[in-house]
């Protein structure tokens, strides 16, 4: 998240002052050239109450905060739409998320290209905008529950996702630079001050989505259960509203026209350079001293050096994209664990997606706190803190919190209940008859499920684990009440928990199995044995009907809390049940009976328990990977920017955004192809990187730096030259 406020804030350069040429001679001229504007209104653009700050930045600064609020919103509650609506598992729900995430990434290159080169940053932003809108719009349609099925539900789902990728990505390079281009030269500081309120609305926004649309998708039920319409739709409002807002301002706005894409010329260069030396690779032609000066016949020298400085950064990029990978996983493999975890702080109850709030929270923190306080102590220790050791310390802590992971994660697994594997089930044994039950399995081995008969209202104090041989099976029960014996089969498939329910069948019995789901959320159902109909509100928009004798209600997922009166409803009677506490990740069954004087009661048993590891485990995580974000993020951006002329910080800004993409990519190949279990998974992750941050120490060790003055164009070294000797003269006059 830091990573593309950074870059946006960074997008008018602001690690030089863009001064103009004019302003240079100044020690040395006393005539002013006026500088040629860029298709300029007539009248003075009007300012914010009377100071020089353009009104135009206001309108482009609340689009922002939306947009960003419209972004983030909907990508906190993604993953989870993936696993439990349309019922993805956890591995294609991942990498489904992180390729999202990297054609994110890769499209802000096509925005530049359009915005540069055809329709200018103005349209661009108003067009693709249009775009981000319908996305949004499809992506909400496909979580309505009553329009089409889980085909058509997924098909909108990945065709919003691909427009909003577009979108988002399209504009993300045109917003920043377009608000700097509202600025005269002169308002430079001015020009400083709005990126830092621009970069503040982006914080802004990701923080306060990133905790409302959780609330919107878990506390808000629809449809029967968790409201993901209204979780996408929100965020869906807000981008309407700031493209609604972009527009209001377009007579205010200084419009610069397409001036083409340096990006392009770029990558002509190095193709021509290569495709020629390739052409002249016979021995008797003179060798030249670097690659890119076969570009020579073609392009002029300023562009060939400055390309060979933008390729010696180039080369440090390589290794990055591994840090991406693991940052980027907090919206997708580190929500998943906290699934599994118990939100209920006492004070706060958080859902999974809620913990991403930490790290624009601690972003906020840390970067006033590493800039005032760690580094200047480290430089006070007379360490050579450089930049590039910065960003490798950052690799380690990215490091450390992926192995803090995989300690959680193996003490959830240490904590959860044991899962079937393939060729078995657990079976769970639940006596509802009047007296007891002796159970017995009857095929190649009789196998009695308990030692004793089960007690009327009496469940098996633990699962059984039942072999199939195959990956279904038809198993076949003998169950003895009283004088009777009765055979009753029933179907099974492997990797499932299934109940096996006996009930009373006038002076006999029966019995009936269903699967129990096991998917992390607190989930109940109910068992009805009234003669009537029950209706029960749950705090949803749909009743949840239970047949009469012995009918069983669908699952309904419900939000953690005490439920001390449940409102019920018969056809002739209402009455209330007490339900008692919900937790984490349980998965509850409810027996509805009138067996005493006091009306309908309840009868609670928990299939799965509950979740056990609190949420907050994960905090320490979320402290090392953001600590490390901050190390990375803003110091690599500060040190690729004072490599590289100033002609080619827009090609470094889009070549720092597609390491983001290729990380992402990298989750998404992990994720798809890998077998292993979720805690080896992320040692892996920790490994690969701690094996990348030493190849990187080794490729920093090696590289040296470029002083600013060496970058920089001839003309500005002969202005400087001026300003020198200026300076100099100056000098010497006052001490004479």
Request: net charge neutral; proline share 5%; aromatic share 12%.
């Amino acid at each position: 998240m830091l990573e593309e406020r950074e870059s946006k804030k960074s997008a008018m350069n602001p690690f030089q002052k863009n001064e103009s040429k004019e302003t240079f001679f100044l020690p040395v001229c006393t005539e002013e050239v006026p500088p040629r504007p860029p298709s300029l209104p007539k009248d003075p653009p009007p300012k914010i109450c009377g100071s020089n700050y353009p009104l135009s930045i206001a309108f482009i600064v609340v689009n922002e905060f939306c947009e960003r609020f419209s972004y983030y919103g909907m990508k906190a509650v993604l993953t989870l739409y993936f696993l439990y609506f349309l019922h993805w598992s956890e591995d294609t729900s991942t990498s489904v998320y992180h390729a999202f995430n990297s054609l994110c990434y890769f499209t802000p290159i096509l925005g530049a290209a359009i915005a540069d080169s055809w329709l200018g940053k103005f349209k661009t932003i108003i067009y693709l905008s249009l775009v981000y809108v319908l996305g949004h719009v499809i992506k909400s349609l496909g979580a309505l529950p009553i329009l089409g099925g889980h085909m058509v539900h997924t098909v909108l789902s990945l065709v919003g996702l691909s427009l909003i990728a577009l979108g988002t990505g399209g504009i993300k390079p045109c917003v920043a630079a377009f608000g700097g281009d509202q600025f005269e030269q002169k308002h430079e500081e001015e020009r400083t001050r709005y990126f830092s309120v621009f970069y503040l609305s982006i914080n802004a926004g990701s923080l306060i989505s990133t905790f409302i649309t959780p609330m919107l998708r878990g506390d808000v039920q629809c449809f029967g259960g968790d409201c993901y319409a209204l979780a996408f739709g929100v965020p869906g409002f807000l981008m309407v509203i700031a493209l609604v807002v972009f527009a209001m301002g377009s007579k205010m706005y200084k419009k610069t026209p397409p001036e083409g894409n340096i990006l392009t010329q770029v990558v002509k260069c190095i193709w021509f350079a290569i495709s020629n030396r390739f052409k002249n690779r016979s021995g008797g032609i003179t060798k030249r001293q670097h690659w890119l000066d076969w570009a020579a016949e073609k392009y002029p020298k300023q562009l060939i050096m400055d390309v060979k400085a933008l390729t010696r950064v180039l080369c440090l990029y390589i290794p990055l994209p591994m840090f991406w990978a693991l940052l980027e996983q907090q919206g997708s493999r580190w929500t998943l664990q906290a699934t599994r975890m118990n939100g209920n702080l006492g004070f706060i109850v958080l859902q999974p997606e809620q913990m991403q709030v930490l790290n624009p929270f601690l972003v906020l923190i840390f970067i006033p706190l590493f800039d005032l306080g760690i580094y200047r102590l480290v430089s006070k220790c007379g360490i050579n803190f450089s930049s590039l050791r910065k960003m490798a310390v950052g690799m380690i802590l990215a490091c450390l919190a992926f192995a803090v992971v995989a300690v959680v994660e193996i003490k959830i697994n240490e904590m959860a209940p044991p899962q079937p594997g393939p060729q078995e089930i657990f079976l769970q044994v639940l006596n509802l008859a009047d007296d007891e039950v002796k159970v017995t399995v009857l095929g190649d081995e009789n196998n009695s499920l308990l030692a004793e008969s089960l007690k009327s209202f009496q469940k098996m104090p633990h699962y059984s684990k039942l072999h199939l041989k195959t990956k279904s099976k038809d198993f076949h029960f003998h169950l003895k009440y009283h004088n009777l014996s009765v055979h009753t089969e029933h179907s099974v498939e492997e990797k499932n928990w299934y109940s096996l329910v006996i009930l009373e069948d006038g002076k006999s019995i029966s019995s009936m199995m269903f699967s129990i789901m096991c998917n992390n959320v607190s989930i109940l159902r109910f068992v009805n044995t009234l003669h009537k109909e029950v209706n029960i509100s749950l705090g949803t928009d749909v009743p949840l009907n239970v047949g009469e004798d012995y009918g069983v209600s669908a699952y309904r997922t419900m939000q953690t809390g005490e439920y001390p009166e449940v409102h019920c409803k018969t056809e002739d009677d209402d009455f209330s049940l007490n339900l008692g506490l919900l937790d984490f990740g349980a998965a509850y069954l409810f027996v509805i009976t009138n067996s005493t004087n006091q009306g309908p009661q309840a009868w609670k048993t928990e299939n799965i328990p509950a979740n056990k590891i609190s949420i907050a485990w994960q905090l320490p995580q979320y402290a090392l990977v953001t600590a490390g974000e901050v190390m990375f993020s803003v110091t690599g951006l500060e040190f690729s920017y004072s490599q590289a002329p100033s002609s080619m910080k827009s090609v470094l800004q889009a070549a720092w955004l597609l390491t983001i993409g290729v990380g992402n990519f990298i989750v998404l190949a992990v994720a798809q192809f890998s077998s292993l279990v979720q805690w080896a998974e992320f040692i892996l992750f920790s490994f690969l990187l701690l094996v990348v941050c030493l190849i990187f120490s080794i490729m920093s060790y090696y590289y040296v730096p470029i002083k600013p003055e060496d970058i920089q164009d001839p003309v500005d070294k002969q202005i400087l030259h001026i300003q020198r000797n200026m300076i100099n003269l100056k000098t010497k006059n006052t001490k004479l």
